[in-house]
């Protein structure tokens, strides 16, 4: 299940005298925002943005190293500006860090001196920021910005003296998902000039083995639209991979003419990295590392004891007025290949709606043979746009059908998707209703997956639909490559291996109440399903032992696992390694599991207070950035106190916390707590202009909505 999330940030204006720069004036930014199945990771963005008719300060060195472990991927970011100039000048830079990834660090030196994060309560630091303006200091005023594709921009603003020169550090961390059977990470480097220094670094560390011929580096993806072929590599790359295959260092230092030759403003899109594990029919794989365990399970559509679920898919499809021109031609462009791609032992139909519903079949699913499918190829290539949007009638109509077509004997991988571009304005209007109504037809029985086209839409409506009926969300983005997003997502589930999925541990093996979501509706092929948890204390028997049930096509699957605790693979023990990756994996899984169940919990319930709980004590204990905590970045003392953060006490400090607007017409401040999935593809980034103030003390806010996968 995937969250979106936006992150909503404090800033603070200020000028600062420092040895060496005349004044410092910045503003942060850091937006963040997680698309469920989203196929754009972006693992980090750097670019720097100058102001009209202001010349560009050298970037000097740009580093970006990143450590997978068992999928488990940490990135620090460190990029130097100078200003060469004999007067001050500004620069700013735009990072875009991925959807699913948590800020855990984040620090600058300016001038000689250092300032650090340091993870803090949010409803602490908006009272902070309540004084400040009691107090009558500068606050701000809030503007709109509209992320784009699913990146989660921060935004640093640097005044540099002459002479001088500013170096920033971020850390933040994700589990990789895989998806189209592979994991990919992303660093996309647009600074907008060619750099001196410009490195690149990704460790991996597997110890199941790289697949055979599995790790490829494609060419720099200059456009965010176009396809990612495997088949043109980037050959300026270095690829080593152990004699074991189960380590491989990726490095990508282009020289400067190497950068000018890819475009006058140097590197400029997206450098990935592809690659797969080896996986067997059986239990999966399991980490144990310290007092925690990670558990990968990912059995291939090769193994013999596999055969592919039939589908039974219900297309129900918006049709309203707002769907008209390019959202619906590539709606149709997008189901005419969906449909080529049915298998003939599926079946289907196609359900429109505007303010009324419409089937294409009558009360029946029909066989994918090849007239049908130019049937409704035929049919979706004549639909036209008319009314308003009656989406409870049309998911409800969907439930039903699919239940007159289901018996004790269908075995089948029952699916239904949602597409729809705006929220309901006939019918049922409010959404809680209709997300109650869903629940009470559906029964737990089907999965609905909903997708959201374009900005106009309530994304979080869609998104407590999906959770509570088996399925996740997606934001398609209005973009030339729409029907390659719907097509994208379709061919993540149209392969399903296993249904009804559960992953159970022997008891006094692990900590039953420590172990992460271990129950799935669906497995399809090319996918993973991931488990962590705590090792129980005392454990006797010096296993963890795991046991695998499951739905298949022919005989029911039940596969048995085991572990030392003591077994610790020696690739682990290298220096690149995440040397505790199964603790902040179970962290990781952990907060995002508990930010779902919340979603759905009634506001200010104390289930939901305590699952908010839970989730604060996370954050604030692993220093990550979460919709209850917020990263201040502060400077040293001028009086040479103590450098603990937890032992100073800070005599001057400003924040300024942002108003979420979500939907087309915005929505006002949110209140503290969860912010609900994918909500904030619509929600608006707020940037803030404050007056200069003499501040003794460094102090600027990172707030943030983590998202989760799936």
Not at 250 to 258: D, G, L, V
Not at 368 to 390: D, F, P, Q
Not at 475 to 485: G, M
Request: glycine share 6%; net charge negative.
């Amino acid at each position: 299940m995937d969250w979106s999330a936006f992150v909503v940030v404090a800033l603070s204006y200020f000028t600062l005298s420092l040895s060496g720069v005349s004044s410092v004036n910045m503003v942060a930014i850091y937006s963040k925002q997680t698309s469920g199945l989203n196929t754009d990771y972006k693992h980090s963005v750097v670019r720097r943005q100058i102001e009209e008719n202001q010349q560009p300060l050298d970037i000097s060195s740009l580093h970006v190293s990143s450590s997978i472990t068992a999928r488990y991927s940490k990135t620090i970011i460190s990029s130097e500006m100078s200003n060469t100039d004999t007067e001050s000048k500004e620069a700013n830079f735009k990072m875009q860090l991925p959807a699913t990834a948590f800020m855990s660090n984040f620090s600058m030196e300016i001038g000689g001196v250092l300032y650090y994060g340091v993870v803090k309560e949010k409803a602490e630091a908006q009272r902070e920021y309540q004084q400040a303006v009691d107090d009558g200091r500068t606050a701000g005023q809030v503007s709109a910005e509209q992320p784009s594709r699913g990146f989660t921009p921060f935004t640093i603003s640097v005044n540099v003296a002459a002479q001088s020169s500013v170096t920033f550090t971020v850390m933040y961390e994700e589990l990789l998902q895989r998806r189209y059977g592979y994991y990919e990470h992303r660093t996309s480097i647009r600074p907008g000039q060619v750099i001196p220094d410009l490195k690149i670094d990704v460790y991996i560390i597997e110890p199941a083995g790289l697949a055979s011929g599995s790790l490829i580096v494609p060419k720099i993806q200059t456009d965010d639209t176009e396809a990612v072929s495997s088949d043109n590599q980037l050959t300026m790359a270095t690829v080593t991979v152990s004699d074991d295959d189960k380590s491989a260092h990726i490095y990508y230092y282009p020289s400067e003419a190497q950068q000018r030759a890819e475009s006058e403003d140097g590197i400029m899109g997206n450098f990935i990295v592809r690659y797969d594990v080896v996986h067997g029919y059986d239990a999966g794989e399991i980490l144990v590392l310290g007092d925690y365990f990670v558990h990968f399970f990912a059995p291939p559509s090769s193994a013999s004891q596999l055969a592919v679920f039939p589908k039974h898919v219900i297309f129900i499809i918006d049709i309203s007025g707002s769907m008209s021109g390019r959202k619906l031609e590539q709606t149709k462009d997008a189901m005419v290949t969906i449909l080529s791609e049915l298998r003939s032992d599926d079946k289907f139909n196609i359900l429109t709606f505007s303010d009324e519903v419409y089937q294409w079949k009558n009360n029946e699913l029909v066989m994918a043979t090849s007239s049908n499918i130019k049937s409704a190829k035929t049919y979706v290539n004549s639909l036209e746009t008319i009314g308003g949007t009656n989406i409870n009638s049309a998911v409800l109509d969907g439930i039903a059908l699919m239940r007159r077509n289901t018996n004790s004997a269908t075995k089948a991988a029952q699916l239904m998707i949602l597409l729809t571009d705006g929220d309901p304005t006939t019918g049922v209007v409010d959404t809680k209703e209709i997300a109650t109504n869903v629940r009470g037809a559906n029964q737990d029985q089907f999965s609905l997956f909903c997708l959201g086209f374009g900005d106009s839409l309530n994304f979080e409506f869609l998104e407590i639909m999906s959770y509570e009926n088996n399925g996740v969300a997606r934001k398609i983005y209005e973009d030339a490559d729409a029907s390659l997003q719907l097509t994208g997502f379709f061919d993540e589930i149209a392969t399903p291996l296993l249904l009804n999925v559960v992953v159970t541990y022997i008891e006094n093996t692990v900590q039953i109440g420590s172990v992460t979501k271990n129950e799935f509706p669906n497995y399809f092929d090319g996918s993973e399903l991931v488990i962590a948890g705590k090792i129980s204390e005392g454990n006797a028997v010096g296993e963890v032992q795991t046991e695998v049930t499951a739905v298949a096509v022919t005989d029911d699957v039940y596969l048995t696992g085991t572990q030392s605790v003591n077994d610790v693979p020696d690739v682990l023990s290298s220096t690149e390694s995440v040397n505790d990756f199964a603790e902040r994996l179970w962290v990781y899984l952990s907060i995002n599991d508990k930010l779902n169940e919340a979603l759905i919990m009634e506001e200010n319930s104390a289930a939901k207070n305590r699952t908010l709980e839970q989730v604060l004590a996370m954050s604030l204990k692993y220093n990550l950035v979460t919709p209850l905590t917020s990263l201040v970045v502060i400077g040293p003392e001028t009086n040479g106190s103590d450098a603990n953060p937890s032992n100073r006490e800070y005599d001057d400090e400003m924040f300024m916390d942002t108003a979420m607007m979500s939907g087309a017409g915005g929505g006002g401040r949110t209140k503290l707590g969860v912010v609900p999935p994918n909500a904030f593809n619509n929600c608006y980034f707020l940037k803030s202009v404050m007056n200069s103030l003499s501040l003794s003390i460094i102090v600027f806010l990172i707030s943030a909505g983590v998202g989760t996968c799936m």
